[in-house]
């Protein structure tokens, strides 16, 4: 049967397109706009070209941020990823523990961000927080607002505290929707644990933790709420990621240009790394359908 | 390879069993002799592949041992069983290429590399896969898949037993009789004990040499396929075995004479007195057609193909007989006979055997 063919239906995506041109396009057109032009206010621009994205390219302060957030982005995908597996393996499968588990598990994910880098800043406080003293009463030398290291360990144990149940969650849907026949053949084949896990309950998880990876790395990668909570960047620029960087810049000393510029470029990396994962992710189901 | 035995076994899927109702496998004594080929019999939900998976250990029984020759294996885990099982849909290892899904169980048991890829090249050609050794198992048909599950199942050659839960059930019609010829063929050659549980009485009765039937949690027959014929343990057995079943009728026996309806049957032989509810059963394969004997009311006739069946009624109860070729069937109303040898009696839905007094229960 022939279908008919009716492209004024496009019309109905009108009111959307719409409604996000306001909220996300225009805005960023502003952004584009300052990007390309100097200011000193009153509406005046002047044609700047690719001055600031040159500037920003060779600033070795977002050079310093990149690598910050690069690698803080890495610790945390080798600790939640990896973890996040062991505890979906090790979570009772049915039954009230089962349901507790999920709650528990849950919990963290409910908190607001801002509210999550407040607890820990004062849970880590030396004076009043119940983690800092208990480390100074151990005799352990901690201090994060002092020692880079230590601010480090701390943002690094709370983004873990935060987000490691998501990506617990998420291998423990993919590893509910096996079927119990597989681990059953895997005994009468007399498969080790690391068998089953390697060739069973891994290649049942991949998609699911694709997609755990893609929007951990995302949201480390935008970090902004918790670390500026937590140690505002500091001590030093030693936490400052690249949206700290970012709004320093442009709310802090109000160099609108080179943070229009810093904000587009980000906004690409974050972009091309997406549609890296997501064209990974095509293929995978591709090879799979075949 | 060694005998199993099940010594007093039963199993409930509940923590405190209550009644006999309430268990999936009734209490049972059994001896799978070293090296048969058994047939586990019934209709869905008897508790075929309850029994299938204690003796594999995937169930542990709720009561009673399982024994491997003269070890108790009850409590042993299904790995240190040495057992093989093939499950009723396919099981694949999806990441791996079929040689490796068919190494996999030899490699786990850390067989040398030669031996492996001799193995694996004879049950591949078995299953007829040599050509596509190297592909990913994960983009096959879901019948390529069964017959790597099956080859699997088949390539340790020290195994304890085989079991196939209705391994035939997703493989197309002329792939399944040969497989199961090759199952077969392979039994002979290496004798291993099978036990190949199916509620399909033709796989059942071309597979085995002893036909188990199960109903309801028991196992209510054990038998070569012509005691299953001939001389039905149970009603089920009579009703489940040939197509169609036995004819059963409400009678009342003294000596070697039934009364149904108040026409008289003789019998083969002399029965004592019976209690409960008492039929006798008679395959329609020896009900014959004539002029004389016990009037039928006749209700239509079915062409089967190779031969014709009578469906009629006798005293209001319903009776099945094969035509032979060519009969035609008087119009006034047909007579038929039943051969007297091959009347079974039941009490209770349990066969009676002659000058014996079986109690219902």
Sequence with gaps: ?290 | MSRITLSNLAHSYLANPKGDDDFALKEMDHVWDDGGAYALLGASGCGKTTLLNIISGLVRPSQGRVLFGDRDVTDAATTERNIAQVFQFPVVYDTMTVRDNLAFPLRNRGMDAAYIAKRVAQIAQMIGMEDILSKKARGLTADAKQKISLGRGMVREDVNAILFDEPLTVIDPHMKWELRTQLKSLHREFGHTMIYVTHDQTEALTFADKVVVMHEGRVVQMGTPEELFETPEHTFVGYFIGSPGMNLFEAEISGSEARLQGVKVALGAAYGPTTGRTQIGIRPEYVTVSDEGMPVTIKRVEDVGRHRILRAELGGQPLNAMLPEGMTIPADGARVAFAPAKINVYANDWRVAPGDVRKGA
Excluded at chain 1, 121 to 139: E, M, N, P, S
Excluded at chain 1, 153 to 181: C, E, F
Excluded at chain 1, 251 to 256: A, H, S
């Design chain 1, 1 to 290: 049967m022939d279908k008919t063919q009716n492209n004024k239906a496009w019309f109905l995506v009108l009111p959307v397109l719409l409604l996000v041109a306001f909220s996300a396009v225009l805005p960023l057109m502003t952004v584009v706009n300052y990007a390309f032009n100097d200011t000193f206010g009153q509406n005046e621009f002047f044609w700047e070209g690719l001055g600031w994205f040159e500037e920003m390219v060779t600033s070795d302060r977002l050079h310093d941020a990149l690598g910050r957030q690069i690698l803080f982005s890495g610790i945390i995908l080798l600790i939640e990823v990896p973890l996040g597996i062991f505890i979906a393996l090790n979570m009772p499968g049915k039954g009230f523990w089962g349901s507790f588990c999920l709650v528990l598990m849950a919990l963290p994910l409910l908190i607001p961000f801002n509210v999550v880098g407040t607890i820990w800043q004062i849970f880590g406080r030396v004076d009043i927080g119940l983690l800092g003293h208990g480390l100074a009463a151990l005799g352990i030398d901690y201090n994060y607002t002092n020692d880079p290291i230590d601010a480090w360990v701390t943002l690094i144990v709370m983004d873990v505290w935060h987000w490691t149940s998501l990506v617990a969650l998420l291998a423990y849907a993919g590893l509910q929707s096996i079927p119990q026949a597989y681990y059953q053949a895997a005994r009468i084949d007399q498969a080790t644990r690391w068998s089953v896990f390697r060739y069973i309950e891994l290649p049942k998880m991949k998609g699911v933790l694709l997609i755990a990876v893609l929007l951990r790395f995302m949201d480390s990668f935008m970090i902004y709420t918790e670390p500026f909570v937590l140690t505002g960047g500091g001590p030093g620029n030693s936490t400052t990621f690249l949206s700290i960087d970012l709004a320093k810049m442009a709310t802090g000393q109000f160099d609108l240009g080179p943070a229009a510029a810093f904000s587009l470029m980000y906004f690409c990396v974050i972009l091309l790394i997406s549609w890296v994962f997501y064209t990974a992710m095509t293929n995978l189901d591709r090879e799979e359908n075949r």
